[in-house]
Nanobody, 123 residues
Framework: QVQLVESGGGLVQAGGSLRLSCSASGRTLSNYGMGWFRQAPGKQRELVAAITSGGNTDYADSVKGRFTISRDNAKNTLYLGMNSLKPEDTAVYYC?????????????????WGQGTQVTVSS
């Protein structure tokens, strides 16, 4: 079994930056596709960024150029660097792991989820 724990969320002003971390335990994730999703109140959970086991990345159009996903397999940790934050980035952010090398844009294809961390961007 895999446990994922997110950290690094908080309240930030528009234009500011945050770095989210997702620490994994129970199994090494080096061969897993990983993703960051977010869910705002009243909206569906959406992919923010994903990374393959080999380090290739994919981003939602809304965050391209502002967010960076990365992974440190030695630390079994996934990161999301967020710059130039906007109020519309406000959401609960979740990390997810898929027991396959390639990630997916579809939440239903992920096998493990963290509990989420709140990111609030004030205008």
């Amino acid at each position: 079994q895999v446990q994922l724990v997110e950290s690094g969320g908080g309240l930030v002003q528009a234009g500011g930056s945050l770095r989210l971390s997702c620490s994994a335990s129970g199994r090494t994730l080096s061969n897993y596709g990983m993703g960051w999703f977010r869910q705002a109140p009243g909206k569906q959970r959406e992919l923010v960024a994903a990374i393959t086991s080999g380090g290739n990345t994919d981003y939602a159009d809304s965050v391209k150029g502002r967010f960076t996903i990365s992974r440190d397999n030695a630390k079994n940790t996934l990161y999301l660097g967020m710059n130039s934050l906007k109020p519309e980035d406000t959401a609960v952010y979740y990390c997810a792991a898929r027991t396959a090398p390639l990630p997916s844009r579809v939440a239903g294809y992920y096998d493990y989820w963290g509990q989420g961390t709140q990111v609030t961007v004030s205008s």
